[in-house]
């Protein structure tokens, strides 16, 4: 017989365990799922961005300056200080307000340049030409105010009317094009600047810097103080870095990839355990055979590749398997993310799809080489003489302990059978801790994220929403004063009313941030409205706003400080009352319509928020609003919007962690059959001494009981302090704090509840080999060993 | 030795076979059509060469094991047709067992073994433990009550063994090769024990390679050929 010959024949009895190869193979497809699925979100994040901040020469900061205070020549010098790498500018600069069809199209940051390259901020012509005379604009094509180069906005060949200068000149939309870093709302002739800026106000300029370290918002911050320094006081005016950028542009897969891949880790553990498991119980229960093959003639090689072949099938089986599903999911998320954000498509790249099954590859049989080597080593004799018995001596004091105790006869016996395998045993309690953490993770992160659903769509405070659903009688058919006054009286004449809101929002500036800020004033009372505070208060008090975590970071300001709102009428300071849970890469702010009166116009009123008396339907309320205003009245009153990444986000927590407990089920049910098949005799002694089925399944059921208990018990503990990691961990990708009550999802009885999890993987798992065992003849029993 | 050619039967039979054949997967029936049965406070020696069906026969008067066709009745009570678990309670209560290797649990004290059977047929603690007690010191192997059993030598292992048996009072005791595994001067000490139990009433059957054996204790001796009793219904008494 030949080499491979004699392993064939060797590893044809080997294949007879299916039920193991299903397990090894269940346990890799999960993993190889998981492990796909946490690439292609990887890649999804952020690799688009890098690649065209990379090709385009993204700019690191983008310094606007007050071109009065400074010469061009004194601007050009800054170029050349330490940590630059390059430079461009200084380019003329306004903000200007804007009209389009009549409708405000809010402010737009427009830059004068001559070409859209240059050694920064290589911008990039998506359509049209450049500007090449006065009275053109090209567009930033990446969303904007107003959805510019989006369909319902400006087009080629649309005109803009800029408000607020005399003559209102207007903008013929000569193309569109993208900033990596969206250094400008839209690009100008350079001589066309000085013609669009509002009288009285500085002239303004942008110089464009890349830089050594770049990495962090506070070495953008040293970045830009060093040019600061270098300039005469008062030049700088701002500074914007690119990190904004990316985080706009950032996709939502990202935030889901810290949960991804926290499943994912579980997974990979869970498949070396259980796997280790597996070919360590081969080995264990092949001693017999292990022994009669080398008798034979079998060299250690052989033995130790016979082994490897026993896991090797069922693994590649998996690991296929693992990337088709790890491909569909992450298809389906992406296209989700896709459609729900309008992000564009995002595809799963190529290496996702061989590194995972690889890795995994790699991973099982770096596993299954110990023990195989281990077989490997073992003389026939030896092998042959070790049976398969535990060794003697083992689990001894347990029985005696559980003997002693007053309980049921066989559930002593179940649990004190565990210790006469320790290891086998510590490995069945990991797989139930790592799926029990999972499941409970998987609860705990449902809840902190429906909360912070509720807190971003305010579904629970603002069950009904009165917005715009068709045409006004207004100009550019926008709802007039008295379709207005309207809803309001529609909404007083609700006895379920018992607040309601006006929303008035826009875009306003903010010094210090290159983007436009979106910014909501509210018209009444808000306090019941329920915005997620991060820290300090919802504002209270004239002059007061909340903003969201983006508009700190980006601005480099903190809760309490002050700061200057343009809101296109005048400049407005306010005070930062508080940060709330609104997450964006977009800045956010909060204020009463008081606070921000250039922003509280008719023209802005985008909806109004609705609270309800308790035990009003909403289903009703909004049928009943919606009779009053008729069919002709603009208005319309709908339930909350949004949430869809919450409802993605959800059903693949939901999804992953029934493939981890279903993995970590199956590693019990390994282990428990494995044990029944060592035990096959003794079972058959406790039949013949009048063992009923009933008590067998409880006994059997019982060897795993002990584990999972002390599963849970660690289980518990390790998904609370995971839920807040990966919470943090997806804030931090998704660019927001968290109030502290979306990581308290956790009360006591209700962790305890969870904990069971443990007790019922560990059942679900046994139940099937104890379903064996219970139905056995006892002859047969007695008979195989 | 005498024939009889008409099997001991009547109202106080422990045991009845009725036309009792076991077929396994392949192969010749392992019992085909036996027809038998032991009465009350009978020794009965069921003899045979290897492969005869002695096994398979005990299995079935246990209920170890169902048969393929025909009736097996023990302590009045069919027992080829009733469920799992009742037949778990019945050999509990009403059949002991001693395994030639002893088939003791390892992980068990002495004394836990013996006390297992009636722990999981639901006797009270202190009652079970006053029995086990007291066929632990019957047995003469009191003092080894916390020992464990591979602590112990073979005869010593199967005194434990008929302790555990007879630790619910079954009206039937089967045994094994009770002997087989031991050396002739523990075989002697087993056989007496045995023969004692049958003095105060305990309805014995025996399997047994051995003739000395089975001449010395049983008042009558099955042999089986083939799966058949040898003259075909004609039992054989020594």
């Known amino acids: 017989m030949n080499w491979l010959g004699a392993i064939r024949t060797a590893t044809g009895g080997l294949l007879r365990h299916k039920m193991q190869a299903v397990v090894i193979g269940m346990v890799l497809l999960v993993s190889t799922a998981s492990a796909t699925l946490g690439f292609a979100l990887l890649a999804a994040s952020n690799a688009p961005f890098q690649h065209a901040f990379g090709a385009q020469r993204g700019a690191d900061v983008t310094v606007t300056v007050n071109a009065a205070r400074a010469s061009s020549a004194e601007l050009a010098t800054t170029g050349r200080l330490a940590g630059v790498t390059a430079a461009a500018g200084p380019f003329a600069a306004a903000t200007v307000q804007v009209q389009f069809g009549g409708q405000p199209f809010g402010p737009l940051t427009l830059a004068g340049r001559a070409s859209p390259g240059g050694p920064v901020d290589d911008v990039v012509l998506n359509a049209g030409h450049w500007p090449d005379g006065p009275g053109q604009v090209v567009l930033d094509a990446s969303p904007a105010p107003g959805g510019g180069g989006q369909g319902g906005g400006p087009q080629l060949g649309s005109t803009l009317s800029v408000t607020g200068v005399p003559g209102a000149p207007a903008l013929v939309v000569v193309g569109f094009a993208i900033s990596i870093t969206n250094t400008a709302d839209g690009w100008v002739a350079p001589g066309e600047i000085a013609r669009l800026r509002v009288p009285g106000t500085p002239a303004s300029a942008q110089m464009l810097y890349r830089f050594t370290s770049a990495g962090s918002y506070a070495q953008v911050r040293a970045d830009a103080a060093e040019v600061t320094r270098a300039l005469p006081p008062g030049t700088v005016t701002g500074a914007a870095s690119w990190l904004a950028a990316e985080d706009a542009t950032t996709g939502n897969g990202a935030i889901m990839e810290p949960f991804v891949v926290a499943f994912a880790l579980i997974g990979l553990v869970m498949a070396v355990l259980i796997v280790g498991n597996v070919v360590s119980g081969a080995v264990v229960a092949g001693y017999h055979r292990i022994g009669v093959l080398k008798s034979i003639g079998l060299t250690p090689a052989q033995v130790v590749v016979v082994y490897l072949s026993r896991v090797g099938a069922p693994a590649l089986a998996g690991c296929l398997a693992g990337v088709v599903a790890g491909n569909l999911l992450a298809v389906s998320v992406l296209q989700q993310s896709s459609a729900a954000y309008r992000v564009g498509s995002q595809q799963v790249p190529w290496w996702a799809s061989v590194a995972a099954p690889a890795g995994m590859l790699a991973l099982t049989a770096l596993t299954a080489l110990g023990p195989a080597l281990r077989a490997g080593r073992l003389s026939a004799a030896e092998a042959i003489a070790a049976g398969r018995a535990p060794r003697a001596g083992r689990g001894y004091a347990a029985h005696r302990l559980a003997a002693r105790l007053h309980l049921p006869r066989p559930v002593g016996l179940g649990l004190a059978a565990p210790f006469a395998r320790p290891a086998r045993t510590l490995v069945s309690l990991a797989a139930i801790a790592f799926g029990a953490t999972a499941v409970i993770f998987a609860f705990g992160l449902h809840s902190s994220l429906s909360r912070a659903a509720a807190s971003q769509t305010l579904s629970a405070t603002v069950p009904v929403q009165i917005q715009v659903v068709g045409l006004g009688a207004g100009p550019q058919q926008w709802p007039d004063a008295a379709q207005d006054a309207a809803v309001t009286a529609a909404l007083r004449a609700q006895p379920g009313t018992r607040h309601d809101v006006a929303v008035y929002q826009g875009q306003v500036k903010t010094p210090g941030i290159a983007q436009s800020v979106s910014a909501q004033a509210f018209g009444g009372d808000t306090s019941w409205i329920g915005y997620g505070i991060i820290s300090g208060h919802w504002y209270n008090a004239p002059g007061e706003v909340d903003v969201n975590t983006a508009f700190l970071t980006q601005s480099g300001l903190a809760v309490g400080d002050t700061a200057t709102v343009l809101t296109g009428t005048h400049p407005v300071t306010v005070r930062i009352a508080g940060e709330v849970f609104q997450p964006s890469g977009q800045p956010e702010l909060f204020g009463s319509a008081q606070t921000l009166p250039g922003l509280a116009t008719t023209v802005n009123l985008q909806e109004y928020y609705v609270g309800l008396r308790s035990g009003t339907s909403a289903a009703a309320y909004i049928q009943a609003v919606n009779a009053r205003l008729g069919s002709r009245s603009p208005w319309g009153a709908t339930g909350p919007e949004g949430g869809q990444f919450y409802q993605i986000a959800s059903a693949l927590i939901g999804l992953l962690a029934l493939m981890v407990a279903v993995a970590a089920g199956l590693g019990v049910l390994n282990t428990v059959l494995m044990t029944t098949r060592d035990r096959v005799h003794d079972l058959g002694i406790f039949k013949a001494l009048g063992m009923r089925p009933g008590q067998m399944l409880t006994m059997v059921v019982c060897w795993i009981a002990g584990p999972a208990v002390i599963a849970a018990m660690i289980a518990a503990p390790a998904a609370v302090a995971l839920n807040t990691a990966t919470l943090h961990a997806m804030a931090s990708t998704a660019h927001t704090g968290i109030p502290a009550s979306f990581t308290q999802v956790f009360p006591p009885s209700r962790l305890a509840l969870l904990s069971l999890a443990a007790l019922a993987i560990a059942a679900a798992g046994a139940l099937l080999p104890a379903g064996w065992a219970a139905r056995a003849r006892p002859a047969r029993a007695l008979r195989a060993e | ?238």
């Open chain 2, 1 to 238: 030795m005498r024939q009889q050619s008409v099997p001991a039967a009547g109202n106080g039979d422990v045991i009845r076979l009725d036309g009792v054949t076991k077929t396994y997967q392949a192969g010749p029936p392992a019992l085909a059509d036996v027809s038998m049965s032991v009465a009350a406070g009978e020794v009965v020696a069921v003899m045979g060469p290897s492969g005869s069906g002695k096994s398979t026969l005990l299995n079935l008067i246990a209920g170890l094991d169902r048969p393929t066709a025909g009736t097996v009745t023990v302590a009045g009570r069919r027992i080829d047709t009733i469920g799992e678990s009742a037949l778990a309670r019945f050999r509990a209560r009403h059949v002991g067992i001693v395994f030639q290797f002893f088939n003791l649990l390892d992980d068990l004290t002495v004394e836990d073994n013996v006390l297992l059977p009636a722990q999981l047929a639901g006797a009270s603690g202190k009652q079970a433990r006053a029995r086990a007690g007291e066929l632990l010191a019957r047995m003469g192997i009191e003092q080894h009550k916390n020992a464990y059993p591979a602590r112990l030598s073979g005869g010593q292992r199967q005194r434990v063994a008929i302790a555990r048996a007879l630790v619910n009072s079954p009206e039937l005791l089967l045994a094994d090769e009770p002997t087989g595994a031991l050396d002739t001067a523990s075989g002697l000490q087993i056989g007496a024990l045995l023969r004692e139990l049958n003095a105060d009433g305990q309805t014995l059957v025996l399997v047994t390679h051995d003739s000395a054996l089975a001449g010395r204790y049983a008042a009558r001796t099955v042999r089986l050929v083939d799966g058949q009793l040898a003259g075909a219904g004609v039992e054989v008494t020594v």
